[in-house]
């Protein structure tokens, strides 16, 4: 399964390249925006690595660990690399500045939903903090949910749930 983004609202379309030979074209509508629009199949579109599998590699690449988005109905696994200090996680959109972008169609996360914070500590060992960003729904660890005032330890294999969107916390090695 492939995905593109449509180019007006930002949306994916998933589609099944095997279906169709290379340098065939085929013709989308959004679903979301009702946006009509084409695109010829390539050697690139059929033989490309997904996306999250190059972020899977390279995820602990700056040695501040990372989350992994749990593949679900509402979007695909996906996997964010931390960084030192605070990683705003949320919904992508146009025109939302976040640290951790996270792609999907679940209406229940926020655009600025929760705040990973990760620091040294006097050994120089890395901790990793949550609290929830004033979101609608709330932050939930570990299936309770985050006060207004939380700030919460995190270990790895953390399990976050931000709407109906699953997060992993790996922590850097």
């Keep these: 399964m492939k995905r593109i983004l449509c180019p007006k609202c930002d949306n994916y379309i998933t589609f099944d390249e095997t ?19 084409s695109i010829r199949i390539g050697r690139t579109k059929l033989k490309a690595t997904r996306k999250e599998e190059v972020l899977d590699e ?12 749990v593949e679900n109905v509402f979007g695909y696994k996906q996997v964010h690399p931390l960084k030192e200090g605070d990683n705003v996680i949320g919904r992508r959109n146009k025109g939302t500045e976040v640290d951790v972008a996270i792609e999907t169609s679940d209406p229940s996360m926020d655009r600025k939903h929760c705040v ?30 985050l006060g207004p005032k939380d700030r919460v330890r995190l270990e790895e294999g953390a399990i976050i749930t931000l709407g109906a969107t699953t997060l992993i916390l ?4």
Excluded: P
């Design 170 to 173: 790996r922590i850097a090695e």
């Design 58 to 69: 390279q995820a602990n690449a700056q040695d501040f660990g990372s989350v992994v988005v």
């Design 19 to 37: 279906k169709y030979t290379e340098g065939q074209s085929l013709v989308f509508i959004c679903e979301h925006c009702k946006k009509q629009f």
């Design 116 to 145: 990973i914070h990760v620091a040294r500590n006097k050994q120089g060992k890395l901790n990793y903090t949550l609290r929830d960003n004033q979101s609608v729904t709330g932050t939930f660890l570990m299936n309770e949910i």
